[in-house]
């Protein structure tokens, strides 16, 4: 496991806020993702916003994955009849199943049992990184600097060694 703590990549990042209600003026955990990613010297290469609809967002998906290394989706991961980005992306990854779990684990320890509504998750698609998180800032915040940002390089090093 230190292998990978040798090696750093300069990778580009997509932001997609799914949502019907925000636009790039009220977009707050759009803002707040790319903020953290650009305070930590992180490329962002394009950023989006597209309705809770599972076209749209697979359609995000395909044209962020063209621009960029890792895309990191935010809103939609509920469980109200609007949230679809996990059935939008599920199809298309090579799942990372721990994602979801240390998401959940470390929002419990901020918010309690109702971290377990949250559908959170990352995988793999033609050899980008995704992740799908809740569209809250302070969940936007926990998924980029507590688990994205500490162990992107060790993901990358992992689906790229030979």
Known sequence: MEEHKRHSYRLK???VTVSTTRNEKNDESGRLIMDILEKNGIEV???SIVKDDILEIRNALFSSAKRSDVIIFNGGTGISKNDVTPEALTPFLRHIPGFGEMFRLLSYQEIGVSAMMSRAIAG???????????GSPSAC??????????????????INKE
Not at 124 to 134: S, T
Not at 141 to 158: D, F, G, Q, T
């Open 13 to 15: 990042f997509s932001v």
């Open 45 to 47: 290469s394009h950023y």
């Open 124 to 134: 793999i698609f033609n050899g980008k990184v995704v992740f799908a998180i809740p």
């Open 141 to 158: 915040r926990l998924a980029v600097e507590r688990i994205i940002l500490p162990e992107i390089n060790h993901i990358w090093y992992e």
